[in-house]
């Protein structure tokens, strides 16, 4: 693959907060590596880490090859020689009141590529360190026409939300904002309005009148053991609904957009959020996987929910009592990613259908897969109704180069296009959809490790049950 960069893109200098952490480690750094891979980056580019360590360049550049070593893509498997020549580093932290050295290294990144060099500040840091970093951009001149990138959670509550909000776009345009959702970058994710407005086949079924149920379920088989802290003061609802599943959602039940221009997409998307009906209590069911407590890090009491179920409507003449069902949790019976789309039952001659009838599952793991469920004659001498399922890969459309999310969400930041990025207003709406929830918030109810969730959730679909790991009822 090339990697001598795009020509058409301007000279850039990133600035990564948090460059010694666990985000930039895990994900970060892996991604700029393989945007190197595939030729992705502008022709001429730094990578400045920032911290609070006193750490040379050369040592920087040793722990990023760590980085891949562990996480990949390996250094050998690409241009490291030439990737890591352009690594920096900039110790002492950063605050308003207090640089630490980091101007001093971007005065000497923009002496090589140009004083008019794009300007992208990612934040791979906590969510409490956002304010003071804008702060600091604002106080130092780093804010004017650069792009800063905002890891989730974008506040924690809608309170801290719009104070945090109010601040940024005090210092900051809000097409400078990119408030990354790495379910928004995924493959399949980006597929979904693809796979719908290019094709006559779903576009013409994708409504109420031909769909009786949505349901997005993200069940995950992991445990929090390595990230107790964080989960412990998230919880699933925080962490997943109210970001991700919400998202997904949006993208599911958009109508079609002017064009698939960035803008044009994000307005479609934030209309549809708009049009969430807020959650009551008793559309939610919290749960949290038996030994939690037991785990380092997590209270003798937390009530902190590892699993969230939600019955959600929306309010448009397109879905208007279509129920979107969202689930996720740890510890349970499989891990999926999984967009369904189950079809109302015909009517007509065949009236005893086996199991769901037809539904059209997408997955969003790895680059995505299309799976249509469908009801055959049983091969045979009778006249018997079998289920049957075929699938695509999309990995295997010819010609395909699937990215990972935060690969492709990274050269979304470096071209500009905000399409797969969440926005202020649209934001907004997602708190406002959860808040009554947040405001008298349902009891957690206990769950065995290895199980769907609380008993509870399965009376969520109603007598459509959960596609994934029910029966139906």
Request: aromatic share 8%; charged share 20%; proline share 7%.
């Given at each position: ?323 979107f069902l969202l689930r ?57 109704l079998a289920e049957a ?41 997602a708190w406002a959809a ?40």
């Amino acid at each position: 693959m090339p990697d001598n960069g795009s020509t058409d893109l301007p000279p850039t200098v990133f600035v990564l907060y948090g460059a010694t952490g666990d985000l930039a480690h895990r994900m970060v750094l892996p991604a700029f590596y393989q945007l190197a891979q595939h030729g992705l980056l502008p022709a001429d580019w730094r990578l400045v880490g920032n911290g609070r360590g006193d750490v040379s360049h050369e040592d920087f550049a040793g722990r990023v090859h760590d980085s891949l070593a562990e996480f990949g893509p390996h250094p050998d498997e690409g241009p490291w020689d030439e990737f890591s020549s352009r690594l920096r580093f900039a110790g002492g932290g950063f605050a308003s009141d207090d640089p630490g050295s980091l101007l001093d290294v971007l005065a000497e990144a923009r002496e090589d590529l140009g004083e008019e060099a794009q300007l992208v500040h990612y934040l791979a840091i906590p969510p409490t360190a956002f304010a003071g970093i804008t702060r600091g951009l604002a106080e130092h001149g780093l804010a004017k026409g650069s792009r800063v990138v905002y890891e989730k959670p974008y506040g924690t509550s809608p309170e801290s939300f719009r104070e945090l909000d109010e601040l940024v776009l005090s210092v900051l345009e809000e097409e400078q904002v990119f408030r990354i959702d790495h379910f928004l970058g995924k493959e399949g994710t980006q597929d979904l309005h693809v796979l719908r407005f290019a094709n006559g086949l779903f576009e013409h079924i994708w409504s109420r009148e031909h769909i009786r149920q949505v349901q997005i379920d993200v069940p995950e088989t992991l445990d929090v053991a390595q990230r107790a802290e964080f989960c412990d003061a998230t919880g699933a609802t925080l962490d997943m609904l109210v970001t991700h599943l919400f998202q997904v959602a949006a993208e599911v039940a958009m109508e079609p957009p002017v064009s698939l221009r960035p803008a044009d997409l994000q307005d479609a998307r934030e209309s549809v959020l708009a049009a969430f009906r807020p959650l009551t209590p008793q559309d939610v069911v919290l749960g949290q996987f038996e030994g939690y407590t037991d785990i380092d890090g997590v209270a003798d009491d937390s009530q902190t929910d590892t699993f969230v179920a939600a019955r959600l409507m929306i309010d448009t003449d397109r879905w208007r009592d279509v129920p979107f069902l969202l689930r996720t949790g740890k510890k349970l019976a499989a891990g999926e990613q999984r967009v369904s789309l189950l079809l109302h039952k015909p009517d007509g001659p065949v009236t005893q259908l086996p199991g769901y009838g037809n539904v059209v599952s997408l997955s969003l793991s790895g680059a995505g897969s299309l799976d249509l469920h469908l009801i055959a004659k049983e091969p045979g001498p009778d006249l018997s109704l079998a289920e049957a399922t075929t699938s695509l890969d999309l990995a295997d459309i010819p010609g395909g180069d699937p990215l990972p999310p935060y690969v492709s969400l990274i050269h979304d930041v470096i071209t500009g296009d905000r399409s797969l990025f969440t926005t202020s207003a649209g934001l907004s709406a997602a708190w406002a959809a959860i808040q009554p929830v947040l405001d008298d918030r349902p009891a957690v109810q206990p769950y065995a490790g290895g199980s769907w969730g609380p008993v509870a959730a399965n009376e969520l679909p109603g007598p459509c049950g959960w596609l994934l790991g029910q029966t139906e009822g």
